[in-house]
């Protein structure tokens, strides 16, 4: 939207003009008009002719020194009309064309999460009110956001945080504990400000307590409002308190110094131990070796998956039984419609589908991929028509080989390798709005608005139902018509849209245009034969119009049009 408003404001040169000399001199017409009605005739025709003659010498003024940027607007309008990028030759929508490696606007935002000047320091163990207990539940990402909340929690209650305990009895049945996945010595001491974190309570608390530990599960999404009435009561009568199942148990809606301690924990704090982050950096390094860019996608298309979407992919009976017996372990599912399921964008692409929608964008053939996943439903023969696509098709178990052993029994450390190798591309997509797409979306935002695509799977599944209808050069353009909003700009950020975890909004800075220019190395400034500055290179005056409109648009309360539905790990 906001690159949309851009264009209006640039439609012609002379009105990119009018619009700069207005903003320079602070006109207002409606003012002018009012006091020019009061006098008389013969005054207001001198006096207006003293002030067209200022205008005129201003004008003058304006043009000899800052000249050059209404005339880098009109070059720039002038190369727009004449070099028409894919998107705007495809869609013929009018729309600039996207670079899909990168956003030209990522330099203009920055992550930020740094304590407020009046933020209190954590409350000491002995001056807590008490210690909190946390029982994560689910995979390795839905955890990570029960133990970013679990954080903000503790903060909220004055508590003493114990290191949560991760699930050991969920589909996957990983025996992993907290320190063989996080480094649990930094997780500590980087959140020293935030909440008093200890490993376990001492032998003397417990002992002197009357009661065991009270345990209690809290209602998804609860506001601090209930902690406070709920929960804290209990914690100041028992002193242990244990939280089970703590998954997306905090309302995704806070005020900006807890939405910033979520960003520190998940972004800083959060770090994985050495083993696993030098494997991870490996498989990066590997890759580079390879090519200078590459796609990672997470094609999250495992039987789990599958049956908890209740969509269907034309296996037959076969494939009805075996996801059906996968679906009894939520007991609470509804009977779903596959049909209507897949109209409602809630069923995860195919890796055929995924390549086709990469290919439509603009990946070449020769473009390296890292598919980031576990046990693909179908085997090898679903991934088939995806190597076909994308030839260059790598996965960590190639990459590794002997190195990937240790891991190999434990489902959370290779989904961490995968995290890793996933956060380092160059792009990432994913294939469903579930748990790792959101928390390395919002990431990736965070650390510069990498370019991260998520499928627009509403839009899309009926596009890929009648592709069969329509010429190759039809279905690309009508892809990219689809993408629009889904490509990770930092225009996708709106108040209000989606988890915070994927749209971490308090933590997005702004950039001033200042130290764009003078702090980026790419940023230089030439000189025409007349004098006149031109950009030639990453900053100009384009991208600041363009800039300008995007700031309006960041941050508005919008809420998208699609239903957000927390899929499992």
């Known amino acids: 939207m906001g690159v949309a408003k851009s264009w209006r404001f640039s439609l012609t040169p002379a009105a990119a003009k009018l619009a ?12 002018a008009a009012k006091q020019q009605s009061l006098r008389s005739p013969r005054t207001a025709t001198r006096r207006w002719s003293l002030v067209c003659g200022l205008m005129l010498f201003g004008l003058g003024l304006v043009s000899l020194f800052t000249g050059h940027v209404a005339s880098d607007l009109e070059w720039w309008y002038s190369q727009r009309v004449a070099n028409h990028g894919f998107y705007l030759k495809l869609t013929g929508n009018g729309r600039e064309a996207i670079d899909v490696w990168k956003s030209k606007y990522s330099k203009f935002y920055y992550g930020c999460s740094e304590r407020g000047r009046h933020y209190a320091p954590a409350k000491k163990e002995k001056a807590s009110n008490g210690y909190l207990l946390i029982a994560t539940s689910g995979g390795l990402n ?24 991760l699930d050991h009895n ?4 990983d025996a992993s504990d907290f320190v063989n996945i996080f480094d649990v010595e930094w997780f500590i001491s980087s959140l020293a400000k935030d909440v008093t974190i200890i490993r376990k309570v001492s032998e003397k608390v417990m002992r002197s307590m009357e009661k065991p530990p009270y345990t209690m599960r809290v209602p998804r999404k609860s506001e601090p409002e209930y902690y406070i ?8 009568r028992r002193r242990v308190l244990q939280l089970t199942k703590f998954d ?3 309302s995704s809606n806070l005020d900006d110094e807890l939405q910033k301690l979520r960003c520190r924990v998940n972004y800083h704090a959060l770090k994985f131990t050495k083993s696993i982050n030098e494997l991870g950096q490996k498989l990066v390094m590997r890759m580079r070796q390879l090519t200078t860019r590459f796609v990672a996608v997470h094609l999250r298309f495992e039987p789990d998956m599958l049956a908890f979407s209740g969509c269907y992919y034309g296996g037959g009976d076969k494939e009805r039984y075996e996801l059906a017996e996968i679906r009894k372990r939520w007991a609470t599912l509804p009977d779903l419609s596959p049909i209507d399921e897949r109209k409602r964008g809630k069923c995860p692409l195919t890796p055929h589908e ?8 603009g990946f070449a053939n020769d473009t390296y991929l890292y598919v980031a996943s576990g046990e693909i439903y179908g085997g090898d023969e679903t991934l088939r028509p995806l190597r076909e696509l994308f030839p260059n098709f790598y996965t960590k178990e190639m990459l590794a080989n002997e190195e990937l052993k240790p891991f190999l029994p434990f489902s959370s450390r290779l989904a961490a390798v995968d995290y890793i190798v996933s956060d380092e591309s160059d792009v990432f997509v994913t294939n469903n709005n579930g748990n790792m797409a959101k928390i390395l979306a919002g990431r990736r935002r965070y650390m510069g608005h990498k370019r991260t695509i998520r499928p627009n799977a509403k839009r899309l599944s009926a596009l890929f139902m009648a592709r069969d209808k329509m010429d190759w050069d039809t279905f690309a353009k009508k892809v990219k018509s689809c993408q629009r909003g ?7 950020m709106k108040l209000g849209r989606g988890e915070f975890h994927e749209f971490p909004y308090a933590c997005i800075c702004e950039k001033p245009l200042s130290s764009v220019e003078n702090n980026d190395p790419h940023a230089q400034v030439a000189r025409d034969s007349t004098g006149k500055t031109r ?26 049009n699609e239903d957000d539905e927390a899929f499992p790990d």
């Open 535 to 560: 950009y030639p290179y990453n900053v100009n005056p384009r991208e600041k119009v363009l800039h300008i409109s995007m700031k309006r648009n960041l941050g508005k309360s919008e809420r998208d």
């Open 170 to 173: 969920s589909y996957w049945k």
């Open 354 to 361: 995924v390549g086709l929608m990469l290919r439509a964008l």
């Open 486 to 492: 889904f490509m990770g700009e930092p225009e996708d």
């Open 142 to 165: 839905q955890q990570r956001t029960g133990i970013t909340d679990a954080v903000v929690v503790a903060r909220i209650l004055n508590a003493t945080l114990v290191v949560p305990e």
């Open 20 to 31: 700069l000399l207005q903003h320079h001199h602070g006109y207002n017409g409606g003012a």
């Open 248 to 250: 997306y148990r905090l």
């Open 229 to 236: 009435d709920q929960v804290l009561p209990i914690l100041l």
